[in-house]
């Protein structure tokens, strides 16, 4: 420490993203660690072989190790997302979600896939797992549900250890030996339990809450010597935990006693009240050991971070005691003794990416992760000697049964050529049914010529990640009846209908349960396609071959609003309860007449009035400042650092709102709810948002139309154009934007979903976003059915 310069003990609290660092920065700034995010590669290679990301992590080690000019040369250390197996790296097992090894509750297994995690980990010359994560997953509408083994914190407690020890090893035996790499148990603390089950919101529940139930993981991942911990996005007692001092010193690292060191999570710091992506002492005050800052302007960061040291916002003690915790496990990971990336041991063994030994460990998690929910007159298992269809779009599609964070981030745009050696379902069926004697015929579709004696179909959750997934009601495909019609016409044709269902939360599913003769769901298995046959076939000889043994970690829903739903709840009463899962040795009574009234869709008029001289309930107005400074409007004016909203006389008292930028950096104002609303029927008739607006100043720079859909989710439309050159300084015009513009304009910020789902969880109908100054009013904000959109701005705009 001694040693340490103040710029080379700054450099080790920056984490870059491998997107916006170079070897050259690392040597000049004195980086201390590195990450790749979801869909990051080397070069942005989505095919990046074993030699290119052990190029990249050679690079960026040697040049940490320099010691030229006085420097220091403290090795560098490079994690990544290996939430379910290496997900970044074609080739490599990929293990079911978390939801799917609740169910096999068997916390030894976890210890076997930390363990082979860490091995093919190894392979690439990454010596960090930003995994697991402990959330205990309280509201399914959460779209990071499936990332969590469990709505109880017992099987959470039981596993977080045993993961642990699996990617670190034993402490006084294999710890931080060959094949191991560092851990990290995220996201503290209560990720799991917010409100309404927003990504990224509010926690609820008092502190003896948080830590019986958010706090099991902790405990035993502390115990099991986890050497990082990575801070959560949410909020509890009005605080981001990132700025958090009381929960991140006073009890993680206080009462906890945790001498690791505190990673922030995707530039999460700069949503701390009073703080921005580039500039917040406020994190490392709390606590935060390492600013996790993906973003191009890393560099203002640590240029900032060093200033507020010499000004004395942050104490040379508090830096001290970071670095000192991130040389502590740098030390304790061997990372000053080992040889650069590309020498370990086991680098470079390319064999060991999708492992024989790895993959019948996964193929072990996925049979004993299947949960049986009906199997009237014990059809299943089924005899190898059938003559079987198999159906669904889920049926040869390893992407889709592989889910979120599988390759890219959203696990989406793959095909299952991106997976070699990898077992779509259909393929693990063919293999057993030919196996024994039978025949398999793949018709996604279900049209047949010959009539099967039985129809296997596997349908299910398209995959996401985190925000994305967040939705409105647990209401399975509603709006879609593809796969319902496929079940039913199977059942009127005579034919017996075995449903796989893909998941990563539990759905209310029972229409298709009724169409079902059996009905199992096999969650996100990954890459093991294969197990899924293991369990709902005999062996040749006509034998049970595998068990189904899973059980339910998650309760599962009577009604597709019944959320949340947990065990202990006053009232609880889920169609399967927590810990429910037929065997081939139980008699199924459920029956094929579930009840199938679904949600009640709400009455929709031709207008749905959003501001009518004032915001019509349950609309508000809320402006966001530069600084995160939120705001909403509840007297006749109010100001962020960037925005400003005032009531102002258009044809009435008050009946418009001005809204000035200063261009002092980034805002927006918007019209909010808390509530998502579901805006299907208004998409299917063809709707508009229209507005009455006059533009006084022209936008400085690029301004946004956003349709928000969720926590941090949005849809954005560039309306530059139609701002400056149409309106501006034109007096109040009528504006009308077709809704079906913008789901396909959200690229911007990662959202690519289908118009019918993006559109269920509207939260925000109305925001303008622009980091230039810009001065407007508006009045009379509505959506319209059958409405054309002007020309004055455009999807094209």
Request: with cysteine.
């Amino acid at each position: 420490m001694s040693q340490l310069t103040l710029e080379e003990k700054v450099g080790q609290m920056i984490q870059p993203e491998i997107r916006h660092l170079t070897a050259e920065d690392v040597k000049k700034y004195h980086i201390g660690s590195v990450l790749n995010g979801g869909g990051g590669f080397p070069n942005g290679d989505k095919h990046a072989k074993v030699e290119d990301w052990l190029a990249l992590a050679d690079d960026y080690y040697l040049a940490s190790v320099d010691k030229t000019d006085g420097r220091a040369g403290i090795p560098i250390m490079w994690g990544t997302d290996a939430v379910h197996g290496v997900g970044n790296v074609i080739g490599a097992t990929l293990y079911p979600h978390n939801i799917g090894l609740g169910a096999t509750n068997n916390p030894e297994l976890l210890e076997k896939i930390g363990w082979a995690t860490a091995r093919e980990l190894s392979v690439t010359g990454i010596d960090w797992d930003f995994s697991p994560t402990v959330a205990v997953a309280r509201n399914d509408r959460w779209g990071r549900t499936y990332e969590s083994w469990s709505e109880a914190p017992d099987i959470v407690g039981a596993y977080a250890g045993e993961m642990v020890r699996g990617l670190q090893g034993q402490y006084g035996q294999d710890f931080m030996a060959e094949g191991h790499i560092i851990a990290t148990a995220k996201h503290f603390i209560g990720d799991g339990g917010t409100k309404d089950g927003i990504d990224r919101g509010d926690t609820t529940g008092d502190e003896v809450h948080l830590r019986d139930i958010h706090g099991a993981g902790y405990f035993t991942a502390l115990e099991a010597g986890v050497q990082t911990v990575m801070a959560s996005f949410t909020r509890w007692d009005g605080t981001r935990m990132h700025g958090h001092k009381y929960l991140l010193t006073d009890v993680l690292k206080g009462q906890m006693n945790f001498d690791g060191l505190v990673v922030g999570d995707w530039a999460g710091h700069g949503f701390v009240k009073g703080c921005t992506s580039v500039h917040c002492p406020q994190s490392v005050n709390a606590g935060l050991d390492i600013f996790m800052a993906p973003d191009a302007d890393w560099k203002e960061l640590y240029a900032n971070t060093l200033q507020d040291i010499r000004d004395g916002a942050i104490s040379m003690a508090r830096i001290d005691d970071a670095v000192r915790r991130i040389l502590r496990v740098k030390l304790r990971a061997g990372l000053f003794e080992a040889k650069k990336p590309s020498a370990r041991p086991l680098a470079g063994k390319s064999e060991l990416l999708g492992a024989p030994e790895h993959r019948a460990i996964a193929r072990q998690a996925v049979q004993e992760s299947l949960v049986m929910l009906k199997n009237s007159n014990n059809l299943l298992p089924l005899s190898r000697e059938l003559d079987v269809l198999v159906a669904g779009d889920g049926a040869d599609n390893i992407g889709k049964q592989a889910g979120g964070w599988s390759i890219s981030w959203q696990g989406t745009g793959n095909k299952n050529s991106d997976f070699p050696g990898a077992t779509s379902v259909y393929d693990g069926i063919k293999t057993t049914v030919e196996a024994g004697g039978g025949s398999v015929t793949l018709s996604e579709d279900g049209s047949f010529t010959d009539k099967p004696d039985v129809a296997i179909v596997v349908f299910g959750e398209n995959p996401y990640a985190e925000m994305q997934g967040d939705v409105a009601h647990l209401a399975y495909n509603r709006g879609k009846t593809t796969d319902l019609e496929l079940l039913q016409s199977f059942k009127d044709a005579g034919i017996p209908v075995v449903s796989l269902f893909i998941t990563g939360r539990p759905l209310w599913i029972n229409r298709e349960l009724n169409a079902s003769d059996a009905f199992a769901v096999i969650w996100h298995p990954g890459t093991e396609g294969i197990g899924v046959s293991d369990v709902i076939f005999r062996n040749n000889q006509g034998e049970v071959n595998v068990p189904m043994s899973g059980k339910l970690s998650f309760s599962w829903p009577k009604l597709p609003d019944q959320t949340p739903l947990n065990i202990g709840d006053s009232h609880y009463d889920p169609l399967f309860a927590y810990g429910f899962g037929l065997t081939y040795q139980d008699t199924d009574s459920l029956g094929d007449n579930l009840s199938e009234q679904g949600l009640s869709v709400a009455t929709t008029t031709d207008v749905l009035k959003l501001f009518e001289r004032r915001p019509i309930e349950p609309w508000a107005i809320e402006a966001v400042g530069a600084e995160n400074d939120r705001l909403v409007m509840e007297g006749k004016s109010m100001s962020t650092s960037t925005v400003t909203v005032t009531a102002v006389d258009r044809n009435e008292q008050e009946d418009a709102r001005r809204v000035v930028f200063n261009g002092r950096g980034p805002g927006h104002v918007a019209l909010f709810t808390e509530e998502l609303q579901d805006w299907t029927e208004y998409v299917s008739d063809n709707a508009a948002l229209i507005l009455d607006i006059k533009v006084d100043s022209p936008a400085t720079k690029e301004a946004f139309l956003r349709l928000g859909c969720g926590s941090y989710c949005a849809s954005d439309l560039d309306v530059t154009t139609g701002l400056n050159e149409h309106l501006a300084g034109n007096g109040w015009q009528t504006v009308s934007v077709d809704l079906s513009c913008f789901p396909d304009s959200g690229e911007r910020f990662g959202v690519r979903q289908p118009l019918e789902e993006f559109i269920t969880q509207v939260v925000r109908p109305f925001s303008i976003y622009t980091e230039g100054e810009l001065d407007f009013t508006f009045a009379n904000v509505r959506v319209e059915k059958y409405q054309a959109a002007d020309a004055t701005i455009s999807c094209q705009d």
